[in-house]
C-alpha cells in the first residue's frame, strides 16, 4: 500500500508548509553578499513585527537550545544570582544552562501543568534583592501551559531585573507584545509555530540586555552577540560565521505568508483550532492535563483512557495512520499524550485527526461514543464560521 509521508501533530517541528520548502530548494545565495543579506533583513524585519519590539534580532543556526544558550552566555558572568521560573521541561534546561555556566541558580518550581504566577515571582525577588536576571518559559510544550507572561515581565521590571524569556513555541501562536510588556530578551525559533524546518533560532536583544552583555564575562565564541551585531551592521547584512542559508530561505518564506495573513488572525487561528482539540478530546471523555488549560493554544495534553499508556496511543496513531503526536514528558511520562496544533494547520487536519484517534482508541478497547470527537470538533468550526 503507497505510504504518504507522516502527518506532524508534535510539539515541534510541525508541518512545513509547500512555499517553505519551495523556498529552501532554490539555488543558494552567496553569504557574503546581496541576496543572503536582504534574506536576513527579511527575517530579522519578521521577527521584530511578530515580537511587536524594535529591539535588535541576532539571528543563529541552531536548535532553540542554542538560543536559549546564547541568553544565559551573553548576560550572565560566573556567581551572577539569576531565578528560573519553571513549570516543566524547558525550566529545568534553563536551570541547567545557568548552573553550567556558574550561576547562582534561585528556582520557584511549580508542579508540571500549573502556570506561573507573578505574585510568587515578586515574593523571590523581593526575598533575595540580588538576584540580576528571571529566566521564564511563554509556552512549556512538556505540558501544554502558556504563562501569563505580561504581569510578570512587569514586576521584574519594576524590581530592576534582566527578564529573559523562552517564547520559541509560542511566536507566532500566542500574541507578545516584547517593548510593552517590558521583555529584555526574548529567543525564538524557526520549528514552531512558523511552520520552517529546525535550524534556525533567533534572540531579540532590548537596551538593558545589551547593558548586561557589556559588563558579562561568561565564555562565549560562536552564540557572541557583539560578533552578530557587527555583521549586521555592515552595508549588506551578514551572519559572522557560515550560516544554514537555505533554512533561512525558508523562514523568510514562511514570515512572508504570516504577514500577508496578519498577527491578529494567525493568533485567532491558533485559538479555534486549539478549542476544537479540547472540544474533541473532552467529547471522548479525556480529562484535559493543567490548572489553565484554555490557555494552552500551542500544545494540549491529554489525560490516558483508564487502562491505557500514552506509548500506546501515540504507537497506534503513528503505525496505523502515520498521525504522530507526542508521549508524556518527566514525571508525566505514562499519564498522557499531547497533540500539538501549531502552525499551518486547517480545521480538516484536526477532523482527520480525531477520526483516526477514535480507530485507535476502539481497537484499543476504550468504551465511547463513536463520531462524538469529530462532531465535536466540527461544531466550534461551524460556530466560527469555518
Not at 557574503?32 to 530579522?44: I, S
Not at 515581565?153 to 527578564?163: C, G, I, P, Q, Y
Not at 555592515?234 to 514562511?254: C, H, K, N, Q
Amino acid at each position: 500500500m503507497f505510504k504518504r509521508p507522516e502527518i506532524l501533530m508534535t510539539p515541534g517541528p510541525t508541518p512545513v508548509p509547500h512555499f517553505v520548502l519551495a523556498a529552501q530548494a532554490e539555488p543558494l545565495v552567496y553569504h557574503r553578499g546581496p541576496g543572503y543579506g536582504a534574506l536576513l533583513d527579511e527575517v530579522v524585519e519578521g521577527a521584530q513585527w511578530l515580537l511587536q519590539t524594535t529591539a535588535d534580532i541576532i539571528v543563529y543556526t541552531s536548535s532553540g537550545s542554542g538560543g536559549m544558550e546564547g541568553a544565559v552566555a551573553n548576560v550572565t558572568s560566573s556567581g551572577d544570582k539569576a531565578l528560573v521560573v519553571s513549570v516543566g521541561f524547558f525550566g529545568e534546561r534553563f536551570k541547567t544552562m545557568l548552573t553550567n555556566f556558574g550561576c547562582d541558580v534561585t528556582s520557584i518550581d511549580y508542579e508540571w501543568g500549573n502556570t506561573a504566577k507573578a505574585e510568587d515571582v515578586i515574593a523571590a525577588l523581593d526575598k533575595d534583592p540580588e538576584i540580576k536576571f528571571v529566566f521564564c518559559q511563554h509556552s512549556e510544550t512538556s505540558t501544554g501551559v502558556v504563562n501569563d507572561v505580561e504581569p510578570i515581565a512587569r514586576a521584574v521590571r519594576e524590581r530592576d531585573k534582566l527578564f529573559i524569556l523562552d517564547a520559541i513555541s509560542s511566536i507566532g501562536a500566542v500574541d507578545i507584545n516584547m517593548d510593552e510588556w517590558g521583555i529584555d530578551v526574548c529567543i525564538g525559533g524557526s520549528q514552531k509555530a512558523l511552520g520552517a524546518t529546525p535550524g534556525i533560532a533567533f534572540c531579540a536583544v532590548g537596551p538593558r540586555a545589551w547593558e548586561a552583555h557589556a559588563v558579562s564575562t561568561a565564555p562565549r565564541f560562536y552564540f557572541d552577540w557583539t560578533a552578530y551585531k557587527e555583521a549586521l551592521e555592515r552595508p549588506d547584512s551578514e551572519s559572522p560565521w557560515t550560516p544554514a542559508i537555505s533554512v533561512l530561505a525558508g523562514m523568510a518564506a514562511a514570515l512572508r505568508v504570516a504577514r500577508k495573513e496578519g498577527r491578529e488572525a494567525i493568533l485567532a487561528r491558533h485559538v479555534l483550532l486549539a478549542r476544537a482539540v479540547k472540544a474533541g478530546a473532552q467529547a471522548l471523555g479525556l480529562p484535559l492535563m493543567g490548572e489553565d488549560p484554555e490557555r494552552a493554544v500551542v500544545v494540549t495534553a491529554v489525560k490516558n483512557p483508564p487502562g491505557l499508556t500514552d506509548t500506546q496511543i501515540v504507537g497506534a496513531l503513528r503505525k496505523d495512520y502515520g498521525i504522530v503526536v507526542a508521549p508524556g514528558q518527566g514525571p508525566m511520562k505514562g499519564k498522557v499524550f499531547r497533540i500539538g496544533h501549531l502552525g499551518w494547520f486547517m480545521p480538516v487536519d484536526v477532523l482527520q485527526f480525531f477520526g483516526a484517534l477514535e480507530l485507535v482508541l476502539d481497537k484499543l478497547g476504550y468504551d465511547f461514543k463513536p463520531g462524538s470527537s469529530v462532531a465535536a470538533a466540527e461544531e466550534v468550526f461551524r460556530e466560527a464560521g469555518q
